[in-house]
């Protein structure tokens, strides 16, 4: 995955801000949080890489060197899109 750092410029006051909104990840708290609002909780939940182009279903959670890992256990020739999406 590569480094992507966005720049915004803000022009009431002329100044660019940058945001490195792809690295910067959430936590566990902050992505329960985020997960409540959705109205629907029983959407199939699913994990890209390439901006929703392509996507796997979560099917583990673990935990590894400190880390909340999502993981997608199935075969990596399996179709695109998860069951019932």
Do not use: Y
């Amino acid at each position: 995955m590569t480094d992507k750092i966005i720049s915004i410029t803000d022009r009431k006051n002329r100044e660019t801000k940058t945001i490195d909104w792809e690295n910067r990840g959430k936590t566990i708290r902050q992505l329960i949080e985020e997960l409540k609002s959705f109205e629907n909780l029983d959407l199939p939940v699913v994990i890209s890489l390439d901006s929703g182009t392509t996507h796997r279903p979560i099917s583990l959670v673990g935990k590894k060197d400190g880390l909340c890992v999502l993981m997608h256990g199935g075969n990596e020739a399996a179709s695109d899109r998860a069951p019932g999406v």
